[in-house]
Nanobody
Framework: QVQLVESGGGLVQAGGSLRLSCAAS????????MGWFRQAPGKEREFVAR????????LYADSVKGRFTISRDNAPNTVYLQMNSLKPEDTAVYYC???????????WGQGTQVTVSS
């Protein structure tokens, strides 16, 4: 059974930092893309960042480029999202996801709340 469990969310002031973690289990993810998405109240879910497990190739949304960094560790299978220079507009529930392509994610975590106060 595949599980993606996010942690690390919380309340932070604007300009601060948080690091989100996503513990992945239940299968081998070496051929997968691991992504972070977010959904703010009243808005659609949006892509934040992606890393390919085997190549470490990364991709970022323009809104977070230069402020967020996605990375992964093999042991344990964990994907991280380092978020610096946080802004109130970064406030959202952040979700970890795994998929075989950049456009179709098969597995999702339960989400972790990030709130940035001004």
């Amino acid at each position: 059974q595949v599980q993606l469990v996010e942690s690390g969310g919380g309340l932070v002031q604007a300009g601060g930092s948080l690091r989100l973690s996503c513990a992945a289990s239940g299968r081998t993810f070496r051929s997968y893309a691991m992504g972070w998405f977010r959904q703010a109240p009243g808005k659609e879910r949006e892509f934040v960042a992606r890393i390919r497990w085997s190549s470490n190739n990364t991709l970022y949304a323009d809104s977070v480029k230069g402020r967020f960094t996605i990375s992964r560790d093999n042991a344990p299978n964990t994907v991280y999202l380092q978020m610096n220079s946080l802004k109130p507009e970064d406030t959202a529930v952040y979700y970890c996801a795994a998929g075989k392509t950049d456009y179709e994610y098969d597995y999702w975590g339960q989400g972790t709340q990030v709130t940035v106060s001004s």
